[in-house]
């Protein structure tokens, strides 16, 4: 896989754990449900553009 690639997938965990925790704290969860949320959404975001990237070469 290209270090591109890489740094996207990268990116784009980190933007959706950031925009999950901040959404679910806004809607006035505890932190560490929207810490948890967070980590889900970007495990969930990690795990399919791993998939997808792997099935395009």
Request: hydrophobic residues 65%; without cysteine.
């Given at each position: 896989?290209?270090?591109?690639?890489v740094?996207?997938?990268?990116?784009?965990?980190?933007?959706?754990?950031?925009?999950?925790?901040?959404?679910?704290l806004?809607?006035?969860?505890?932190?560490?449900?929207?810490?948890?949320?967070?980590l889900?959404?970007?495990?969930?975001?990690?795990?399919?553009?791993?998939?997808?990237?792997?099935?395009?070469p």
């Amino acid at each position: 896989m290209s270090p591109e690639r890489v740094i996207l997938i990268v990116l784009a965990a980190i933007a959706a754990i950031a925009i999950a925790a901040a959404l679910m704290l806004a809607d006035g969860k505890t932190w560490p449900s929207a810490i948890l949320g967070g980590l889900a959404a970007g495990g969930a975001t990690l795990w399919g553009l791993l998939s997808w990237f792997s099935s395009n070469p």
